[in-house]
């Protein structure tokens, strides 16, 4: 079964850090690229991360750039995105996505170019 799973998620204090995790099964993450979007409540789902799946390119919004790190470790199958001084503007549900055409990361792309897709994983910034 193709399916990708977030997990990393949580309740953290503004300034705080998270790790968000993107593990693919059933399918090898390596030809991919993988982007990783959120949305708040209320609000439309946005990009916010990418990174091509040759490690060559990656892109950030400017609402993150600075503060987040996207990686990959193909041998472990997994994506992972590093969230440092997180705002409570970061609140929101994460998800992960695969794009197998896509070979750089100008920009996150547009949501039906992805492929496959996570669940989600809440992330919440508060005092």
């Known amino acids: 079964q193709v399916q990708l799973v977030e997990s990393g998620g949580g309740l953290v204090q503004p300034g705080g850090s998270l790790r968000l995790s993107c593990a693919a099964s059933?399918?090898?993450?390596?030809?991919?690229?993988i982007g990783w979007f959120r949305q708040a409540p209320g609000k439309e789902r946005e990009g916010v991360s990418c990174?091509?799946?040759?490690?060559?390119?990656?892109y950030y919004a400017d609402s993150v750039k600075g503060r987040f790190t996207i990686s990959r470790d193909n041998a472990k199958n997994t994506v992972y995105l590093q969230m440092n001084s997180l705002k409570p503007e970061d609140t929101a549900v994460y998800y992960c996505a695969a794009d197998l055409m896509r070979t750089q990361c100008t920009g996150v792309g547009v949501q039906w170019e992805y492929d496959y897709w996570g669940q989600g994983t809440q992330v919440t910034v508060s005092s």
């Open positions: 990174i091509s799946r040759s490690d060559d390119s990656t």
């Open positions: 059933g399918f090898t993450l390596d030809y991919y690229a």
